[in-house]
């Protein structure tokens, strides 16, 4: 079971915001490896380098939108596509808007253990009841997802799947930043409670996935992946 992370940045500037002093996806790539996805995959134009300077030694690949006009449901098949090049068996990808720079590694890991699980399910996790993101989307619904059309915006984008028969569940993870994105201040974030009962059916340590990495883990990246071909994918962040 692997599971990726594939961040979405719309601009330079999402993939730059601030976030407690890193940039946005910077923060995100650690939370993700830190909470144990992998590959992680950031989507982002960076035409002046700086994106890739502010991925200096992290695991992540950095690739390259296709066209706009190819709508955001593009973009996240890019980063799927380059997940899957970059590990074979990768089977889910957590979509991950810039935006959402305050989720916690600890939501990462139940997300990816409940995929163990649940294999076929579209996963959201909720804060307050409230739908966010990352969403961990199975691999074996890639097709579907580059059927939806251009014009349609992220949080659209999870409404088709599930209205063209994606499984799915929501799971609430007490965690406020995968509902609040960054316009909110961190110290500003209500606190994080964390689920009642694991939602995995069993208890781990959060942060164990982080333990158990190598100390020799690729840390030089980040890689930088091809162009994608016209029609892969594209880049926008609700």
């Not at 407690?20 to 993700?32: F, Q």
């Not at 992680?40 to 939108?65: C, K």
């Not at 883990?217 to 892969?232: F, Q, T």
């Amino acid at each position: 079971m692997t599971v990726a992370a594939v961040i979405l940045a719309a601009s330079t500037e999402s993939a730059l915001a601030d976030a407690d002093g890193s940039p946005a996806v910077r923060r995100i790539a650690d939370s993700a490896w830190a909470g144990g996805a992998t590959p992680i995959v950031v989507v982002s134009v960076d035409p002046q380098g700086e994106v890739a300077a502010a991925l200096a030694g992290a695991p992540v690949t950095l690739a390259e939108p296709a066209p706009a006009e190819h709508g955001p449901a593009a973009q996240m098949a890019r980063g799927a596509d380059v997940a899957r090049a970059e590990i074979v068996e990768t089977d889910a990808v957590l979509l991950w808007p810039a935006r959402m720079i305050w989720v916690g590694p600890e939501t990462v890991t139940t997300l990816i253990e409940l995929h163990g699980i649940a294999a076929d399910t579209l996963l959201r996790p909720t804060w307050d009841g409230d739908p966010g993101w990352p969403v961990l989307l199975p691999l074996q619904s890639l097709g579907t997802l580059r059927a939806i059309g251009a014009d349609r915006m992220p949080s659209d984008i999870v409404d088709d799947l599930i209205a063209a028969g994606v499984a799915d569940r929501l799971v609430e993870l007490g965690d406020p930043g995968v509902a609040i994105d960054g316009r909110t201040a961190h110290a500003d974030l209500p606190p994080y409670v964390g689920p009642e009962e694991p939602v995995s059916g069993h208890t781990h340590e959060w942060g164990a996935a982080e333990a158990e990495r190598a100390d020799d883990g690729p840390l030089e990246g980040p890689a930088l992946a091809p162009y994608a071909p016209a029609g892969i994918s594209t880049s926008a962040d609700d």
